[in-house]
């Protein structure tokens, strides 16, 4: 394991991102709030970053292998959260609970411990900027505006292992500039559609920030349903759904590869929101009494436990057949390479056709069949790599949900946190709120936000460095 790297690497991300604590510095400055908090956490943040770069020994970093780079992701996806935590702690904010929202935030999960009208506006924007930045990647970000970092691919790959690019690769800095003013833009067009429709400009913004990265915080403890307006909601259900799709996609569609539009994944990934509404419509008519308020919270909903995190319904006084669908939705998740979670459509599919060309090799024997995907055929190894993603992630989440009802919680609730923290998801089903949850099972969800977040393989490689016990 190469620690001068991962020092190095450690110091390059933290140094550049102390400096997102000076948007809410700004806020508490407008609002007359105190400055302390984020004051605070910007020397902190700055001051360890430094120390990381110092004790690399002024070496610059060479990856050497992808190990190293997992490694380094992995171990920056845990101190930007606990840094990101500081400002919470000066408002009688429990460490655990502080700690919890900011895991929550950058993985873009939306689980919140918290209430927000009781928070001051600094802090509500810090809750919802760190989704943001979560959303599109710390690590993405340094690499833009770090060029110095050398082979930058293999810690792009290892911040978002699903994303496939195009045959003729260009410069992994250029591909993430393309994505970020992609993002950027999209950001700022759903705030002025916010303000448009009758949000003041603070709830605009940090709605936005919230939706474009399926991130679900709100600044009302009753999500988007405070608001109480149809438009409202189609407009968060829109770039909701944006948000689900594949960066590399949106990419393809800047450099006008209209083929793109025809992407196996981004049909699927339709056709299941689209399946998921017709049946939560047709089953929660008895609920709403109509069939069209039924197709509203619906079509909501079902956007919203793929990947956006916000709601408008009480879906605890759903049918369990409607709850069942939030479920499958939770655990499949959106597109590889998106600001969304889950297994990923691109996964299921890919496993599908493999199940039926073993089917199809078992009543053909000697026909020799192979998997493809677009215009390319899939390696055994890749296929491979799925199957053990598949495996580990379902692996993962019985686990979980079995710790949790071995500490008392029901089986619906326990398979519900559980999906929707390893999916980074949010919205749940179950009896207790996130605050209500014991300290061990609020432990449980922040480990498989973190697992989730990074698809398992950097933490697993982090665990397994450790076990190691390799020499400096």
């Known amino acids: 394991m190469n620690y001068n790297y991962i020092f190095a690497t450690n110091g390059r991300v933290l140094v550049p991102f102390s400096f997102a604590f000076l948007l809410p510095l700004t806020i508490s400055l407008f609002e007359g709030e105190s400055l302390l908090p984020f ?40 101190l930007i959260p606990i840094f990101g935590s500081i400002p919470f702690l000066f408002y009688s904010i429990d460490p ?83 994505i970020f003013q992609l993002y950027l833009v999209l950001t700022i067009l759903e705030i ?7 949000l003041d400009l603070f709830n605009a913004l940090n709605h ?43 990419y393809a569609l800047t450099n006008k590869q209209l083929r793109s539009l025809a992407d196996l994944e981004l049909r699927v990934y339709t056709a299941l929101i689209a399946a998921a509404t017709l049946i939560l419509t047709i089953v929660n008519i008895p609920n709403y009494g109509d069939i069209l308020q039924s197709l509203r919270f619906s079509a909501f909903q079902a956007i919203s436990f793929t990947a956006m995190g916000f709601t408008t319904a009480n879906v605890n006084e759903w049918s369990s057949s409607a709850k069942m669908v939030l479920l499958v939705l939770m655990l499949v998740g959106g597109c590889s390479g998106s600001t969304a979670g889950g297994l990923k459509v691109i996964r299921f599919v890919i496993l599908l056709k493999y199940v039926v060309m073993e089917i199809y090799k078992l009543m053909e024997p000697r026909t020799v069949k192979s998997i493809k995907y677009g215009s390319y055929v899939l390696e055994k190894e890749n296929v491979e790599e799925i199957v053990a993603f598949f495996i580990l992630y379902i692996f993962i989440f019985f686990l979980s949900s079995l710790i949790l009802t071995l500490m008392g ?47 398992i393989i950097p933490v697993f490689m982090f665990l397994l460095s450790l076990a190691q016990k390799e020499k400096w």
């Open 39 to 78: 004051l605070v956490a910007f020397s902190s943040t700055f001051t360890m970053g430094l120390i990381f770069i110092l004790a690399s020994r002024k070496k610059e970093p060479e990856i050497s292998t992808e190990k190293d780079a997992y490694i380094s992701v992995a171990i920056i996806w845990l």
């Open 96 to 178: 655990l609970n502080a700690f919890f929202e900011s895991m929550s935030g950058f993985t873009t999960t939306g689980m919140s411990v918290l209430t927000p009208e009781l928070l001051p506006a600094s802090i509500l924007f810090w809750r919802s900027f760190i989704q943001w930045l979560g959303g599109f990647g710390v690590v993405v970000l340094t690499l833009i505006f770090l060029p110095s970092m050398r082979k930058k691919s293999l810690l792009f790959y290892a911040e978002y292992p699903t994303i496939v690019l195009p045959k003729v690769k260009p410069r992994i800095r250029d591909v993430a500039m393309v």
């Open 192 to 198: 002025l559609a916010l303000y448009f429709f009758g």
């Open 208 to 250: 936005a920030l919230t939706t474009i990265s399926t991130g679900g915080f709100s600044t009302s403890s009753e999500s988007i349903a405070k608001f109480k307006d149809a438009r409202i909601e189609a407009v968060i259900a829109f770039f909701g759904f944006i948000g689900g799709l594949n960066f590399a996609l949106i």
């Open 409 to 455: 919680y029901d089986l619906e609730t326990s398979l519900s946190f559980s999906a929707s923290s390893l999916g980074n998801i949010g919205p749940v089903f179950g009896a207790p709120s996130f605050s209500e949850l014991s300290y061990f099972a609020k432990l449980v969800l922040i480990v498989n936000m973190w697992v989730g977040r990074l698809e």
